[in-house]
């Protein structure tokens, strides 16, 4: 086999895997997750937002496109956090007035296993940063500043779900 | 006696290099808001490991061992599990790339050896999160942001992997390693 034959190989290679990504990921993100009672029609791919319990609201990639970006450096390994704040996240689906500063706002990832509640008054507080920061695989993770919060064993990998629950 | 695959020199030489990858990535940071940019750095050092190593499987003892180092360290977003599987797949990724191209003194072969190399680690962080039900490629944007990165700095590194070995048998360092044996 000739060196051209087996560049082209190679080559050839990484198109297929960046093909099979792109194309599972388009799958995956079309197959709607939305309960058949469900009041609200989720988007394919968007990460849904309960109210005591109800479904109120998705969120989808193309909310973040109206969100101003933030960042702050972590204290663990110095990198740079940068995403959108969860409260912007919430008060685009959810009025303000319904979220008290003892309301206790939940973010979840299903497949880890891991959640991390806090109260809107520490999540609407601009100096906490509680944010999502972009994953390098497309997804997200809750990061903050907040001191339970501002580790990597500590932030919500893969964020899937967020509850909103009224004391 | 039977002859060992990796003499305990190259074992050292090696271990050495799996060292400088963690200690390139905790290290070494480029102001760059981008996936997969340490990739510049530790695809370079890969490259470079099986270039002074030249027997097959030299990348993937390095990925292997750089992982071991990191999971240790508890490096990585997604836990030891993922960093584990990512370093090693880099390694594993570059040694099937380098059986297949030839020599990484080539500067052709050296880039695209390292760009299938760091673009594995994307794939097993992306499996992983896939298989686990994890919601991979939320943003699409950023999938192939993400995507676009990993071939981009992987490929820079890998040039400069080549670029290093070509300077370092220029300095004489291949006819000075082949006296010492």
Request: proline residues 3%; hydrophobic residues 50%.
């Amino acid at each position: 086999m000739s060196q051209r034959t087996r560049i082209l190989i190679a080559v050839l290679i990484l198109v297929v895997l960046v093909g099979a990504i792109l194309g599972i990921d388009a799958l995956r993100r079309r197959s709607s997750p939305t309960p058949a009672d469900a009041p609200v029609v989720l988007e394919a791919g968007s990460i849904p937002i309960y109210v005591n319990g109800t479904l109120a609201a998705g969120f989808t990639p193309d909310d973040l496109a109206e969100l101003e970006q933030v960042s702050f450096v972590d204290a663990e390994e110095g990198k740079t956090q940068e995403g959108w704040l969860l409260r912007d996240v919430l008060l685009l689906h959810l009025a303000q007035r319904d979220l008290d500063p003892d309301t206790l706002v939940t973010v979840i990832s299903t497949s880890r296993d891991k959640s991390a509640q806090l109260t809107w008054a520490e999540v609407d507080d601009p100096a906490n940063s509680v944010m999502f920061d972009l994953s390098g695989r497309g997804t997200l993770k809750l990061v903050s500043l907040l001191e339970r919060l501002d580790v990597r064993d500590e932030w919500i990998q893969d964020v899937d779900k967020i509850e909103v629950v009224n004391q | 006696m039977k002859q060992r695959y990796f003499s305990t020199f190259q074992l050292i030489l090696l271990a050495l290099f799996s060292a400088l990858v963690v200690v390139a990535k905790i290290a070494l940071r480029l102001p760059l808001q981008l996936s997969g940019h340490s990739g510049v750095f530790w695809m370079a050092l890969v490259i470079i490991a099986a270039g002074v190593v030249p027997k097959r499987g030299a990348a993937s003892l390095v990925g292997l061992t750089s992982g071991v180092i990191a999971s240790f360290l508890g490096m990585g977003d997604f836990g030891a599990l993922n960093t584990f599987l990512s370093y090693t797949a880099v390694g594993v990724g570059t040694d099937l790339m380098l059986l297949l191209l030839g020599s990484p003194e080539n500067l052709l072969i050296a880039t695209l050896a390292a760009t299938v190399g760091h673009f594995c680690k994307f794939v097993v962080k992306w499996s992983l999160g896939a298989i686990t039900g994890a919601p991979v490629g939320f943003v699409a944007l950023g999938l192939t942001k993400a995507i676009v990165g990993y071939i981009v700095f992987g490929a820079l590194g890998g040039l400069l992997g080549g670029l290093t070995l070509a300077a370092l048998r220029k300095a004489g360092f291949f006819t000075y390693i082949a006296e010492k044996r």
